[in-house]
Each structure stands twice: as structure tokens, then as C-alpha cells.
């Protein structure tokens, strides 16, 4: 079932959609800027995020039905993240599979570091929401940057096709940081939400 402006199904749709107006954004990167976006003081509409996710100076070369795309795509996805309720509801990441490898886990730390930079980008576009639970759910994010950074590093220097050992507890260390993200975001998404 395609994306509709009602119901979000499809990541593979969406990113299918941003190769046809040559956006080199990560679904991690544009799912950050949406919730942003949507914990932001502030309204935030298409013309300013839009810039964000493709080059909108080059739309004229863009075919109308390529356009109308990607645009569909975006909305679906920009009313997903809008119905999400923090305190009932778990937090969405993107659908992404990782190779087993250094490589994999290189790239799962990438994406998460993209997630949290693009939510920061979304809050700023339109005034960061003040409140001392706020600050500390930040300071949280970027505690989880220190660590997924320091991950990072340590799989860049080791060969990216070689397996991991004790991958287990790798993935296990992703999915609590991930938490850690999903928490930290509901939580100031609650606070403009009040």
C-alpha cells in the first residue's frame, strides 16, 4: 500500500521518492528534522524545512509527477511523526538494515548521530522550547552523541568487512542508546504538547 497524506507505510517508497530530486538526505536525517520540527516552539511549514531536504533551486528541472513524489512522500511522513503521541506511543526510527560488520555498526552509529544533529536542526528552525526538563533531555542527547561518536571511532579503525566480535552485546549497546534517543525526544516533545 503506498504513502498517502493519511497513512505512512513505506520508508522504502520515501527514500525511492528523494533519489528523484537528487536528495542526498538520509531517511535518519529527515526523520530527525520532522520530529524537531514538530517539538519546536513554533509552527514550522514546508518552505522551510524543504530546503533541508533537497536542493529546491533545481525544483524546475524536477518533472512534475517527480515532484508531486517526493512531496506526497514527505507529507505522509511529516503527519506521521505530527500523530505520534510520546506518552502512549514508542518512538519511530527509521527501518534500516546493517551489515554485520564493523562497517554495519560504523554506519548504525552514523545514523543515529544524523537522527539526533537533524532533531536539533528542527528544534532551531523554529525556536528551541525552553524548560529546566528540556535542557536536561539535550544534555542527555548529546551524552548519547558522546558515546555513539566514541563507537564511531572505534569501528573506523578496525577493517570495515571484518565481523564483530560479541556482536550481541554490540547491538544490545545500539538498542539502548536508541532508547535513551526515544526517550529524551518524547520528552520534549511533551513539553510543547502540554
Known amino acids: 500500500m503506498p504513502n498517502s497524506s493519511t497513512t505512512y507505510y513505506d520508508d522504502d517508497e520515501l527514500r525511492e521518492a528523494l533519489t528523484l530530486v537528487n536528495s542526498y538526505r538520509t531517511l535518519h536525517e529527515i526523520y530527525g528534522l520532522f520530529y524537531g520540527c514538530m517539538a519546536a516552539a513554533k509552527r514550522v511549514d514546508s518552505s522551510q524545512y524543504l530546503p533541508l531536504v533537497y536542493d529546491v533551486d533545481t525544483e524546475d528541472n524536477i518533472s512534475a509527477e517527480n515532484s508531486e513524489k517526493v512531496h506526497n512522500n514527505l507529507i505522509s511522513l511529516w503527519n506521521f511523526v505530527a500523530r505520534w503521541k510520546p506518552q ?3 518512538f519511530s526510527f527509521p527501518d534500516q538494515v546493517y551489515s554485520d560488520t564493523a562497517q554495519g555498526l560504523l554506519e548504525h552509529a552514523a545514523d543515529d548521530m544524523a537522527l539526533i544533529e537533524y532533531f536539533k536542526k528542527g528544534l532551531e528552525m523554529a525556536g528551541m522550547p525552553q524548560s529546566p526538563a528540556i535542557a536536561t533531555a539535550m544534555r542527555d542527547l548529546d551524552a548519547v552523541t558522546g558515546q555513539l561518536q566514541h563507537y564511531a571511532e572505534m569501528y573506523e579503525a578496525v577493517d570495515p568487512e571484518a565481523e564483530v566480535k560479541n556482536l550481541k552485546a554490540s ?5 539502548e ?18
Open 88 to 90: 502512549d506511543e514508542p
Open 171 to 175: 547491538e544490545q549497546k545500539f538498542e
Open 177 to 194: 542508546l536508541e532508547e535513551a534517543i526515544a526517550r529524551s525526544i518524547a520528552r520534549i516533545t511533551m513539553v510543547k504538547k502540554k
